[in-house]
């Protein structure tokens, strides 16, 4: 066990030496994950509450995603916005079916999104010769890790080392 403590250890040393320190990690590193469980490079299960942060809260390895993605991934692994395929036309449909949306925008990321709401608020007023361009946010509340999202309300450690912003602090 001592000889997989100090692979785990050197693994975390390794990360430290190469990533950039944006989220401060666990204390161990992850080997596999299946469900709402993550196991480290010393097969001590864990329980992900993170859900993987954002983007994977049905879980890991679930069989009918992992099934979904290899039958896409033989058609088409990835495409940006540019061009428009079977599955994102059918997902969207199913949104605008499910909510009240008349269109839907799909994104990469929560700051991406985040972004993309401010500029088509302020491009329509722009559109229609307002000059409406204030944008209301929750103080302190986590928008996303972007320049623009951590200006809007981010707390004070999201903001620290990018020098003045916009938004006043108070």
Known sequence: MNEEKNINDQLLENYHEVMVPNYAPANFVVKKAIGSSVWDVND???????????????????????????????????????????????LAKALVDLTFAEKVYFSNSGSEANETAIKIARKYHHSKGNDKVEIIAFKNAFHGRSLLNISLGGSKPHKEGFGPLDQPDS
């Open 44 to 90: 001590k299960k864990y329980v992900d509450f993170g859900g993987g942060i954002a983007v994977n809260s049905l879980g890991h390895s679930h069989p009918e995603l992992l099934k979904a993605l290899e039958e896409q991934a033989k058609k088409i692994w990835h495409h940006s916005n540019y061009l428009a395929s079977e599955p994102s036309i059918n």
